[in-house]
């Protein structure tokens, strides 16, 4: 099989949510001596592009989302170890998390993935996260962003406040973004609780941490 | 109570042994973490004279509140004449508030109740919440909501789920771990929902309602507004939140496997619940999963339970959570919506335009005016209620103001309210003069 073969397989793999196929893809373009960035950004970011784009267009829906994303990550645990330290295209470091008192992982991780594919450094906390927590790990990890996830009806969203609260307590609120999402939360939220946006699903979640990392430079 | 036997393979080892029998069917029901004093089991509480004192006063208040009102219709006759597409004085204003919510009318909206976990413990809190929700707030129904989603700890298993502060129990572990697939399956059951788990409370909320309504005359007037959770097309997530998404793409076998074990379960929770109350008189709604963006072949396969569901009940509400738009139609001409629905995020405009061509019965439950009720300035939750009865009005519409939250400010819920009445009857009466606008005469 050739390289393009290779990558069109994995692009194939993600778009379908088969992860099987995506993981012997992935493990053919690295034994083939393929540049690990280049099998993330033209295999695994492609066949997520992919994914959202016919998200958006309606064509997929949330189990095609969860499929895509789960493949994405298997493919990219195969790629991960090969990459070289300092040859990545280094976009920042993300912190993620379910807030207290929620459980629900699905929409966090599809964030997790999706940021990761594009190039940040995810510090995924988990579920049941205290605001204290968030805080601690954004400033041991020298995070760029914060993510913050509430999808429990009944008033976790209310953790999102806290989150906001403790980040300004570490002092570091200034220094770093702060994006929210769920189900219970939208932008009127997030602008009343002052974090910097609301990113309605993990495709968006995506292009609001590049936006929020160019404002960050450019500050 | 904490300590959990080990599940034994079914049926073996305590056969001939009653007691180890009873044992072992009390504990049939998963691990819960925080769980009430009476758990697994449940007790019918017995109340104090003070406690039956507040009742009785609640349900007068309630019915008080319609009389000194001097609207045409009271509330019960506003939910027939909604039902029946007839002419109304106003919107239905339907509760669909979560139980923990009626905490905030027991402790005067000051956050001294921790709503999930003392309401669940104790449920003659969540009775007297109920009550005292609809006696301070006026709506047109009392609306009991499940005490679990009842796919997790009920189901038995490898379940465990957690008792929150703020919520109904929350999945920690799911019943099935699909890597031990036809063991797991050999272990869970299907509930019994007069014996296992949270089903027990929530049929006795619901029948103590209905006696003490009845007894103080609150139920001649007001309609009961009773859940049942859920679809069976959510019987995909007695693998796990995540799993029971994918499932239908990926093993859609294993997936109709689930949903057959949950269909049983949701028939007879939704036939107790009309046990209790009467489909001619109150409510009955069910959430239904929300992965039905798109009309594909999954969405037909998974729809088809909700079919047989619809045909199994009498009429009965669902919550639809996501946006629907692409296959509200087809469910419709499918027999997949029963009396109607309860929405979150498919567009109002389009479930009226679809659902009045089906003769069905719609409400919406924005997420925009859930965060407004816990931050917005009252003026903002005037405008938004206003907008939903604009675009809303007409025959089969209701108001839900199931957009309360734990996080709720008082005037905001007052707000939210009163304007669905005051707004709601303006706009009513604005609509008279269109003809058919407002559905038959009557």
Wanted: overall charge neutral; aromatic content about 10%.
């Amino acid at each position: 099989m050739s390289k393009k073969e290779n990558f069109k397989q994995l692009v194939d793999a993600v778009v379908n949510g088969n992860e099987e196929t995506a993981k012997a893809s992935a493990q053919k373009l690295m034994d083939s001596g393929v540049d690990p960035m280049e099998a993330i950004m033209k295999g695994v970011c492609e066949g997520l592009n992919i994914v959202g784009q016919k998200y958006e267009a309606k064509e997929y829906f949330y189990p095609d989302l969860v499929c895509g994303a789960d493949a994405a990550m298997v493919a990219m645990n195969i790629i991960k170890p090969h990459i070289k330290k300092g040859t990545a295209e280094f976009k920042g470091t993300f912190v993620i998390g379910t807030v207290e008192g929620d459980l629900h992982d699905i929409g966090k991780g599809l964030v997790a993935t999706m940021v990761e594919a594009n190039g940040f450094k995810v510090i995924d906390l988990g579920v049941d996260i205290p605001a204290t927590k968030f805080a601690e790990a954004a400033k041991q990890h020298k995070a760029n962003i914060v993510g913050a996830s509430a999808t429990l009806a009944g008033g976790v969203k209310m953790e999102q406040k806290k989150i906001q609260e403790e980040l300004v307590a570490a002092g570091i609120r200034d220094r770093i973004g702060y994006i929210i999402g769920g189900v219970v939360s939208d932008a009127q939220w997030a602008r009343t609780i002052g974090a910097d946006a609301y990113g309605k699903d993990c495709v968006e979640a995506v292009k609001i941490s590049l936006e929020l990392m160019q404002k960050l430079r450019e500050a | 109570m904490s300590e959990i036997p080990k599940i034994p393979e079914k049926g073996k080892a305590y056969l001939g042994d009653e007691k180890l029998v009873e044992r072992y069917l009390s504990y049939r029901v998963g691990r819960l973490v925080n769980p009430p004093p009476w758990w697994p089991t449940f007790v019918p509480p017995q109340f104090s004279e003070e406690e039956l004192l507040e009742i009785e006063r609640f349900c007068q208040k309630i019915v008080d509140n319609i009389a000194k009102s001097g609207e045409r219709l009271t509330p019960l006759e506003r939910w027939r004449a909604t039902r029946n597409f007839e002419e109304l004085d106003r919107p239905f204003l339907a509760s669909a508030t979560f139980n923990n919510i009626t905490a905030k009318a027991l402790d005067c909206f000051s956050g001294s109740l921790k709503p999930g976990i003392d309401l669940y413990w104790y449920p003659k809190l969540c009775l007297k919440g109920h009550l005292a929700w609809a006696a301070a707030f006026a709506p047109d129904d009392v609306a009991p909501y499940n005490f679990s989603y009842g796919l997790d700890a009920e189901f038995g298993g490898r379940s465990k789920s957690k008792l929150v502060p703020y919520a109904a129990p929350a999945w920690v572990t799911p019943p099935i771990d699909v890597a031990h697939l036809e063991e797991d399956l050999a272990r869970i059951h299907t509930p019994d929902v007069y014996r296992d788990g949270f089903f027990p409370p929530h049929l006795w909320l619901v029948r103590k309602m209905k006696e003490f309504m009845t007894k103080y005359g609150a139920y001649d007037v007001m309609p009961i507004h009773a859940s049942f959770c859920a679809m069976p097309e959510a019987g995909g997530i007695l693998a796990g939140m995540k799993e029971g998404i994918k499932l239908n793409k990926t093993n859609p076998d294993l997936y109709e496997r689930l949903a057959k074990v949950v269909l049983p379960y949701t028939i007879s929770l939704g036939r107790a619940i009309w046990d209790i109350l009467d489909p001619n008189h109150d409510l009955g709604w069910c959430c239904d999963f929300p992965s039905f963006g798109i009309l594909n072949e999954a969405t037909k396969r998974a729809l088809k339970y909700a079919a047989i569901v619809v045909k199994a009940l009498p009429e009965f509400l669902t919550v639809n959570g996501f946006d629907q738009s692409a296959v509200l139609e087809y469910m419709c001409q499918n027999g997949m919506v029963s009396l109607g629905s309860i929405e979150y995020e498919t567009p109002l405009e389009t479930v009226k335009k679809i659902y009045t061509k089906y003769g069905k019965l719609y409400g919406m439950c924005s997420n925009e005016q859930q965060s407004a009720m816990a931050t917005a300035p009252v003026e903002k939750n005037i405008e938004l209620t206003k907008a939903n009865i604009d675009t809303g009005a007409g025959p089969g519409y209701y108001f839900v103001a199931g957009t309360v939250d734990v996080w709720s400010k008082y005037e905001n819920v007052k707000a939210v309210l009163e304007t669905a009445k005051e707004y709601g009857k303006k706009k009513y009466e604005e609509l008279k003069s269109k003809p058919g606008a407002l559905g038959s005469k009557k």
